[in-house]
């Protein structure tokens, strides 16, 4: 095997490409694209952030929603990332996104994303998010027999050595399962 070496970057494959939303302090939904998140804990989600209008909004309302962006909205997912919510107040509108309240925190659902992290803030230092699971949403047309379906969600990943959103693609194993072979 020959390796090739890229350098010191950011690269993890797949990321995945999560739509933050925020309640501005008018109540006007805001929506922002980040790729550096992850679950950190049993219910705990951290995101590495700039500072943004998304970033106010969490200060003051200590509260966001993150969905999973779709292979059906591609283009509004990527510009809500391209686009500041400083400069741009009808973004989340241009985008194409609807906004529920959340039933269980102070922000935001996308009525076209169906799936939904709802978290309060529990901290944001050194342009780190870190934020408290509270509930996760699905849209009915994303799940099957009471479970998520990832074929019916349809979710994106981000490809940061190429610069492009890729779909997800079929089973090939089943976790916990698979390495018991090899005991």
Known sequence: MTRI???AKPIMLPQPVLIIATYDENGKPNAMNAAWGITTDYKEISISLGIHKTTDNLEKRKAFTVSMATEDYVAACDYVGLVSGRKEEDKFEKAGFHATKSGFVDAPLIDELPMALECT???FEDGILIGEIVNVSIDESATADGKIDRKKLKPIAFDPAN????????KVGTAFKEGQKLK
Not at 163 to 170: F, I, K, R, S
């Open 121 to 123: 803030v529990k901290s």
């Open 163 to 170: 610069n492009e959103y890729v779909a997800l693609g079929d």
């Open 5 to 7: 070496n890229f350098g």
